[in-house]
């Protein structure tokens, strides 16, 4: 039995309603009405030195806890409270964090996390093991959390000494390093029910400690002087409470705040403004035509690979993205540790397109300007959810360049809940989508033929050489993960069971005064904080 621990996925957010999809976790969750308690400020405060201030924004949130909180804008300010266990660099690999050392066992299943033993709470207790496996506790018992598939396949968490802890799984898997990223609370601080830790003002050991909050207006972060890289530069932190993420957008245009991350921008804009300077990035939002399987022509390899070489994907990617998106033939990143340099990916070939179609038996009618077989032309419907205006104009340039191949495709639009239901119901031949991939590394809900009945197999793609890789891909040492996935993603290129189009680029984009050293990822955008610094 595979656990679906590469599935990330809220099709009606991520792959149906949004533009694009954010990099940075879940949306807010919207049954939750209830608000943190704040800390009133009745006296105003001095207006710390503008040199020293750093200001930047986030939604209301409904609870400052780490573990709970399902906001994604809150899940960034949170890395700036609360160190992960782990740091996930940009290319998806990790390196030490709170955790110095982790070595996994395959003998064993276990894996052995050695701490640094100068880390501190911001009240001032050492950060120790027990920490570890609280908090790996609290993510089990947890209804939902960003972290839940942290804790999904441990069988037993043992502290060992102060500063070693043994987890052990249930079942061998390759991203068991990618697990450990989450952030550690203070078991003797977050003690309680649920609903109690969720009113708790923060206390984590990150470089910024919580100082006083406004109700609905702001919070105030300052820098952690024990912090264990170093105290941060900029020593002050406001938190302004802003209503959504297009709010963000609109804020930061106005110069309210100083910092945004975002996948959904308009590149010439921003490229065009002075008072800003972009630090762009890869995510793991994955743009693609999802065929049903269940159709006889898309079961075809040759056909589905005539579809990949009729599109001029990497025009798509500079008309619409203005090049800040990264052509794709897989589900893996181009950007990611995990991608093979030498796969060849795919180039625009209409000539090659045309070949295999005529090697499967199709001719090219003059008249009608198409490819037949059996006096049936060649050709599909495509669904599209209609607010989504990128992947409009992104699905009537599909159906153009086919077009010019000899295939015709029709556009049909539809609102989010109708496209929704057509695709859980399998009720399509062709739809355009995209998937938000996790940072723990699996493609079985996507393609293992065990998802078609029960899970996100939406393709209904089935087929027991992927099964076989993806198997292979998933249980592998996590040190010897990389040629796994080479042959896997090899495979994939091969077979192209959805239509892959590019991976969309992401944007840390703050005013010309924040300098230093800046080097955002894609799950915290204030990775390195530390070294960032106000120049004006």
Known sequence: MIHKFGKVLAIFMCMVLLVGCSS????????????????????????????????IGMQNPITLHPIYNMDKSIQQNMYLLFDTLVKINEDGSISPNVAQNFVYSEADKCMRIDLRQDVKWHDGTDLTAEDVAYTLEVIQKASESPYK?????????????????????????????????????PKHIYTGTQAEQKDLLPIGSGPYKYAESVSHKEITLVANDNYFKGKPQIETIKVMI???????????????????????MDWGKYAKDKSANIYELGTSCYEFMGLNHNKPIFQNANIRSALVYALDRQKMSDVYYLGHSVVTDTLIAPHSYLFDPTMQIKSYDLEKAKLLLVGEGYTYDEETKLFVKNNIPLGFTLLVNQENKERVKVAESIKKMYQEVGIEVTVEKMDALTFKERIYNKQFEAFLGGWKLSYIPDV???????????????????????????QEAFSAHPDKIVEAYSKLQQYIADQNPYISLYFKNGALITKKKVGGNIQPTPLNMYANIEEWEIVD
Not at 153 to 171: F, G, M, P, S, W
Not at 458 to 463: E, K, L, M, Q
């Open 24 to 55: 940075f976790g879940n949306g807010k969750n919207p049954d939750v009405e209830e608000e943190i308690p704040t800390q009133e400020v009745v006296e105003e405060k001095p207006t710390p030195v503008a040199s020293k201030l750093l200001t």
């Open 149 to 185: 598939l942290s804790g999904q396949n441990i069988a037993n968490i043992q502290v060992v000494d102060r500063y070693t802890v043994k987890i052990y799984y249930r079942q061998a898997f390759s991203g068991a390093y990618q697990t450990l990223f989450f952030p550690v609370i």
């Open 242 to 264: 802003i209503p959504d993420e297009e709010s963000l957008l609109y804020a930061f245009e106005q110069g309210l705040i100083d910092v945004i991350y975002t996948d959904v």
């Open 444 to 470: 079985t809900f996507a393609l293992h033929s065990s998802q078609i009945t029960a899970g996100d197999n939406f393709v209904s793609y089935n087929n027991p050489t992927m099964d076989s890789y993806i």
